[in-house]
């Protein structure tokens, strides 16, 4: 739908949840996809939720809260926020965060 609608301005957005191992991968090649196809990337960036061990689903690609897997979420989140920021072209990023340290790094 992006590529149908963001041509001049981010009309569709997709949100990438970090809690979910595959996703700052995702967001890379959705940039690549855009900068090739030449539309509008708009990307909502949230850490998400982060499901416990007990969840149905377990290994299923979801970090889960004990302390490694938390880490690993918030790293991709950190460095998804940059990438983002730093990469050229036309992009729209939403940084939904209420972690100061992921708001205010440049």
Known sequence: MMEQFNKDQAVVYNT???YR???LSFLKDSYEA???????LGAKLVRGRIW???????GD???F????DKE???????EGVPFLYRAPG????IVASHNEYSICMQ
């Open 16 to 18: 990438i949840q970090h």
């Open 21 to 23: 191992s595959d996703r």
């Open 34 to 40: 855009a900068a090739q196809r030449d539309f509008i």
């Open 52 to 58: 416990r061990r007990s969840a149905a689903g377990a």
């Open 61 to 63: 690609g979801i970090c």
């Open 65 to 68: 809260a004990d302390p490694a």
């Open 72 to 78: 690993t979420t918030d790293r991709d989140y950190n």
């Open 90 to 93: 036309r992009i729209a990023v």
